[in-house]
């Protein structure tokens, strides 16, 4: 561990039992800022909230989007939707726990080399218990940019899901080393390290 997260620390927690098991043992808890206390982390994308739910969840069935042009649902390729509000209703989807769906929706993503794209099919994947498809997805969107914090914390919650609490903590590192201290993507994986809870969003 760095030694300047050491010396900022005030106090320690200890990892869940199988942390210690695969050999990281602690991970010490750093001060919370008042952003992080307040909720206000800085995440891009709207990631640091959860998906409120429109009426892409709360009327559209199956693999089908709201779109308010039309006022109606529609499927996602024949929607009116930009990538922005097509990558809000695949967030939307995967957080009511419709994985599938998500997935109808990012396949009608226009860009499928788009480094968030490449990262919400690695979530949605692993959701649904493959992560091994998750991996290299997650792999892909860091390769497209290394900056993507938010697919380096997926993967690392997928490794603390899989009791591999040494790489999800590399990852971890990494993202502070690259500028994502206290990002909703650094919080998140700091809880799931201490916690062993991920998050669904």
């Known amino acids: 561990m760095p030694a300047m997260l050491t010396r900022n620390a005030t106090h320690a927690r200890s990892l ?19 952003a992080f206390a307040s909720g206000a982390l800085a995440a891009g994308g ?16 199956g693999a089908k989007v709201w779109d308010d042009q039309k ?11 930009d ?19 998500a997935q109808a929706v990012l396949a009608a993503m226009p860009d499928q080399t788009d480094s968030r794209v490449l990262t919400y099919w690695g979530f949605t994947y692993r959701k649904q218990g493959y992560s091994e498809q998750a991996l290299s997805y997650y792999t892909q969107a860091i390769a497209q940019d290394p900056q993507n914090h938010l697919a380096r914390s997926y993967m690392g919650q ?41 998050q669904s969003y």
């Open 16 to 34: 869940p039992a199988s942390a210690i098991r695969a050999g990281c043992t602690t991970l010490p808890a750093l001060v919370l800022s008042a």
């Open 46 to 61: 709207g990631d640091s909230a959860a998906p409120k739910p429109t009426n892409t969840t709360k009327t559209c069935k």
């Open 71 to 81: 006022q109606r649902c529609v499927a996602p390729k024949q929607s009116s939707l």
């Open 83 to 101: 990538p922005d509000e097509m990558y809000d209703a695949v967030r939307e989807l995967a957080y009511a726990g419709r994985y599938s769906d």
């Open 158 to 198: 997928g490794f603390v899901t899989e009791g591999k609490y040494g790489l999800a903590l590399e990852q971890w590192k990494i993202i502070r080393a690259t500028g994502g201290s206290d990002s909703w993507a650094e919080v998140s994986l700091r809880e799931a390290l201490l916690s062993g809870q991920t």
